[in-house]
Each structure stands twice: as C-alpha cells, then as structure tokens.
C-alpha cells in the first residue's frame, strides 16, 4: 500500500512537472511572439492607402521613421520620383511647399542612418527602402525612402542584377583599403565644393580600378530570392546596397497607380502625388 501511495505520488508530480514545462513553454511562445511583432503604419495618399509593415532586423531605419511618422514630418510631402517598373520615391521635405518645375531630391534633415544590410532582405515588390547619396559607408538618407514596384525576372537578369551588385561591392570594398583613402578625400573635396564634374570623373575612375579588386565575398543571389523575383518581381540589383527595411502588406495597387504617372525629363510627376499622411498603426 505504501509503494503504490508512492508510486501515485511520483505519478501526480510528473503531471505537474509536465504542466510547468507545457505552460513555461507557451508563456515564452507568447513572449517570443510579442517581441517579434512588427510594427505598423498606414501611408495616405492622392491615390489611397498603403499599410507597411517595418522590419524588426533593421531598428534603427524603424525606429527613425517611427519617430518621423509621429512627428508627421511626411505629412504633404510629394513622391517627387516616379519610374514605371522600377519604384516610387518620396520624403523630401522641400517638396512640401515646391512648385511646378522646381528640382527635388536633395532635400533631407542634418543625420544619416548607418546602413542595416540582412541577408534575408531583399528588394521584392512592394518593400520600403532607404534613399542615399552615393557616400562609402552607404549610409542612408533620414527622411527619403522609396516603394519597389520592379518587374519580373529571369535567369539572364537575374545574373545581369548579380553582376551588378557585386561590381557596387567591390568598389565599396576597394573605397574601405587604407592605400586608397586619398580617393575618398578627394570625392569628398569635389562634394563639398559642389565641384560635380570632379566628383564624377573620381566615381568613373574608382569604378573602373575597382573591376580588377578580388578581395571581398562576391554576393550569389539566393534560390529562395529567386523565386520571388520570378514570381512577383522587384529590383535585386540593388540588394546589399541600399538598406530594406519594411513592406507593404495593404495596398501595392496604389503603388502600381502611383508609378504609372506621367513624369517629366527627371521622374517627377507632371501633376503632384501627395503623401497626406503617414502615422503608427497601434
């Protein structure tokens, strides 16, 4: 009788212990869950709504825009750059208050974000992306970002868009050997002198030294990549250059509307596209 009380104990302490455990394990789902959620914000337009989810893997560009969304500092700016097939791209605060005609583009607060590159994103359809300025540590612009609509691909243009990123690379590794920092002084010498016939004849002549450099991993586009570039489309040619940092979970058909616009000889709309509003979706 005292054994099988003893047995019925040990019994009953097992269920508990296995109870623990199964509740333990879906407390820590649950905090596992809540961590990872993304946050949310809905993009009003001229031409309708766009929801976007922001990457946890890239907090800095998140939190940024975060941060500018509650600010509304996105409130009345135009997309001031439009290519069919390619992207949209909006953000500077001079064109809030711009008329017809007026060149925009450079345009942006006093900070960069460093860059925040992933090897799991990539310029699909339909992702958001930080704008930059050709600098070396390809830091990203604080307020201009852009939409990927892209197209679809296949094998010869997906290894065309490898070709690509890997020649953007090797000049970025080339830029980051100590033997070559006078390169970098120069360009930014010609930069801020606003000397642009300078800055770039050194462009085309770094690219160019930069075709022979080996010393650096040269980037393979990833099959599961593929498959989406072939499926839904995008623009891969600029995956490991500019930082993605979230996507468009509600409303690609007005992206697709947005980049069908008549443009002029610089991509800017002919009649302006108005970004109303942009604020967290809580």
């Not at 994103?121 to 307020?143: D, I, Q």
């Not at 852009?146 to 290894?159: A, E, H, M, S």
């Not at 409303?251 to 596209?273: F, H, M, N, Y």
């Amino acid at each position: 009788m005292k054994q099988l009380t003893k047995r019925k104990g040990v019994f009953w302490t097992f269920l508990v212990i296995l109870f623990l455990l199964g509740f333990n394990a879906c407390d820590s789902k649950k905090e596992k869950e809540t961590a990872e959620a993304r946050k949310t914000v809905e993009m009003v337009t001229d031409y309708g709504t766009i929801i976007i989810e922001l990457y946890n893997e890239t907090p800095q560009h998140r939190d940024n825009f975060i941060k500018l969304a509650v600010d509304a500092a996105y409130d009345s700016l135009l997309f001031h750059r439009v290519i069919q097939n390619f992207m949209i791209q909006g953000g500077d605060p001079d064109s809030k208050r711009s008329q017809p005609g007026d060149t925009l583009g450079d345009g942006d607060l006093p900070y960069t974000i460093p860059a925040e590159f992933n090897d799991s994103l990539f310029h699909k359809k339909g992702v958001l992306a930080a704008a930059r300025t050709g600098n070396p540590e390809r830091a990203s612009s604080s307020m201009q970002f852009y939409i990927v609509q892209g197209r679809l691909l296949n094998d010869t243009l997906l290894l065309g868009a490898e070709n690509t990123i890997n020649e953007w690379l090797a000049e970025h590794h080339f830029l980051q050997e100590p033997v070559n920092k006078p390169f970098l002084d120069a360009l930014q010498k010609a930069e801020d002198a606003e000397n642009w016939e300078d800055y770039v004849q050194l462009r085309d002549s770094i690219s160019n030294l930069a075709r022979s450099y080996e010393n650096f991993e040269r980037y393979t586009i990833p099959e599961a990549h593929r498959k989406v570039y072939k499926s839904i489309g995008g623009t891969p040619f600029l995956d490991q250059n500019y930082t993605v940092f979230g996507e468009v979970v509600k409303g690609l058909e007005v992206v697709d509307s947005i980049a069908k616009v008549q443009t002029d000889s610089l991509d800017r709309p002919i009649a302006d596209v108005r970004i109303l509003s942009v604020r967290p979706v809580e």
